[in-house]
């Protein structure tokens, strides 16, 4: 395989759910990245990893909770998730140290918090 | 944090139409990328801009860079109904930390192309 793969593709979870988005790419690159498309906002950066270490993480909500036990795989953690919360959970990565460096994405995860 | 303002949100043109989508800063871009989102897929990098009244083309599409490097414009000529998607501009902001740089997205236009 090759790219950026996210699974599941689709996800509809309760509220009271625990579930896990997962991320793999297979690129060599050294940084990933968790963002969210809603409907009426940009794409919103939500978690960085440069080098399996956290270097960003904009005010998200505790609810979500990230991993990447390696430079490979990525995970975002969910846990008792609002409604509000339903969007595109999009995946990403790039070869950082350069600044006009390509962003790889994933073809995201669409999750319905019911 | 530096915003970006995609114009128009929509646009919707039938098939051999041109069209021009702009982004726009109140501040200086390092360098600009242009992306698209076709239904149910990820952005896809389409070009990356970084010379002030730089212009790259794509076969169809156009991209220019303004001179002062605070707005950038696609143009596409004759357009397809494969052309149908979200065009998103981001810029990448130098932050402190192990020299990576955040891209930011602006809103994007979604462009629907009518055979």
């Known amino acids: 395989e090759t790219g950026v793969t996210q699974t599941p593709r689709h996800l509809v979870m309760g509220m009271t759910n625990k579930k896990s988005l997962k991320c793999e790419q297979h690129l060599g690159h050294n940084a990933m990245y968790w963002y969210k498309q809603s409907a009426k906002k940009p794409l919103e950066l939500m978690f960085v990893?440069?080098?399996?270490?956290?270097?960003e993480n904009n005010s998200v909500p505790s609810r979500f909770s990230p991993e990447c036990p390696n430079s490979s795989h990525l995970f975002l953690h969910l846990h008792t998730l609002q409604p509000e919360d339903s969007a595109l959970y999009l995946c990403?990565?790039?070869?950082?140290?350069?600044?006009?460096?390509?962003?790889?994405f994933g073809q995201g995860t669409r999750l319905t918090v019911v | 944090t530096q915003l970006l303002e995609q114009s128009p949100q929509f646009l919707s043109i039938q098939e051999g139409e041109n069209l021009t989508v702009y982004c726009n800063s109140s501040?200086?871009?390092?360098?600009l990328q242009w992306y698209r989102q076709e239904p149910g897929e990820g952005p896809v990098l389409l070009v990356t801009v970084v010379t002030g009244g730089e212009v790259k083309k794509l076969k169809r599409l156009t991209f220019q860079f303004g001179d002062a490097r605070k707005d950038s414009s696609l143009h596409i000529t004759a357009a397809q109904p494969g052309d149908t998607g979200l065009y998103l501009c981001?810029?990448?902001?130098?932050?402190?930390?192990?020299?990576?740089?955040?891209?930011?997205f602006g809103k994007g236009t979604k462009l629907s192309v009518i055979p």
């Open positions: 981001a810029s990448r902001l130098a932050y402190s930390g192990a020299g990576s740089y955040q891209l930011t």
């Open positions: 990893y440069n080098f399996k270490e956290q270097t």
């Open positions: 501040s200086v871009f390092s360098s």
């Open positions: 990403a990565s790039s070869q950082e140290g350069f600044m006009n460096t390509e962003a790889f």
